[in-house]
T-cell receptor, first 115, second 120 residues
């Protein structure tokens, strides 16, 4: 069965510092991968997705993620964090085959930003 | 453009009471989903509807029922609420479908803002 691990439950960074949130997945074939962000009291919003092609994908709000098949990872990065980036971030995986439907979410990483 | 609208935003129930959570989307999406979010658990799929007229169980369907009323609306019903159903419930929709070339779960999800349910 597919699974997603986000090793860091809570990360605190200073405003302006760089950020990397880790995501490791387990899936037997080529996955589709997503990062979602959840601001307090809100639903989740898609940051970026990887389906195929270039392994470095760009998303909204200046985020990017790199798919590394050899490491089964899809880490999220941002070169300079803004206070408004404080939120919870979820990585998710689903199979790329026809009919795949079981989107599996990680348990999330909460990001705090120090002014 | 409203996107996905959920009502109510908050609800408190006593054990054994019933209620229906409403969800509507205005993006003409084929697929709709109900998730629950619990601290430290991420999101877990309760039920989904691949298209109007169809519904299927997800990971944690026990204690819930759903109705896909039409293409826009997908409701979640708790027939006899239990404290274990205290959670935040999210409705989502996506354009997944055969014609779109995306299997369920493969098209990005659009989420509502959630319903916070407490069962005492």
């Amino acid at each position: 069965a597919q699974s997603v691990t986000q090793p860091d439950i809570h990360i605190t960074v200073s405003e302006g510092a760089s950020l990397e949130l880790r995501c490791n997945y387990s899936y037997g074939a080529t996955p589709y991968l997503f990062w979602y962000v959840q601001s307090p009291g809100q639903g989740l919003q898609l940051l970026l997705k990887y389906f195929s092609g270039d392994t470095l994908v760009q998303g909204i709000k200046g985020f990017e993620a790199e798919f590394k098949r050899s490491q089964s990872s899809f880490n999220l990065r941002k070169p300079s964090v803004h206070w408004s980036d404080a939120a919870e971030y979820f990585c998710a995986v689903v199979g790329s085959g026809a009919g795949s439907y079981q989107l599996t979410f990680g348990k999330g990483t909460k990001l705090s930003v120090i002014p | 453009n409203a996107g996905v609208t959920q009502t109510p935003k908050f609800q408190v129930l006593k054990t054994g009471q019933s209620m229906t959570l409403q969800c509507a989307q205005d993006m003409n999406h084929n697929s709709m989903y109900w998730y629950r979010q619990d601290p430290g658990m991420g999101l877990r799929l309760i039920y989904y509807s691949a298209s109007e007229g169809t519904t299927d169980k997800g990971e944690v369907p026990n204690g819930y029922n759903v109705s896909r009323l039409n293409k826009r609306e997908f409701s979640l019903r708790l027939e006899s609420a239990a404290p274990s159903q205290t959670s935040v419930y999210f409705c989502a929709s996506s354009e997944a479908g055969v014609l779109q070339g995306k299997g369920l779960g493969q098209a990005p999800l659009h989420f509502g803002n959630g319903t916070r349910l407490t069962v005492t």
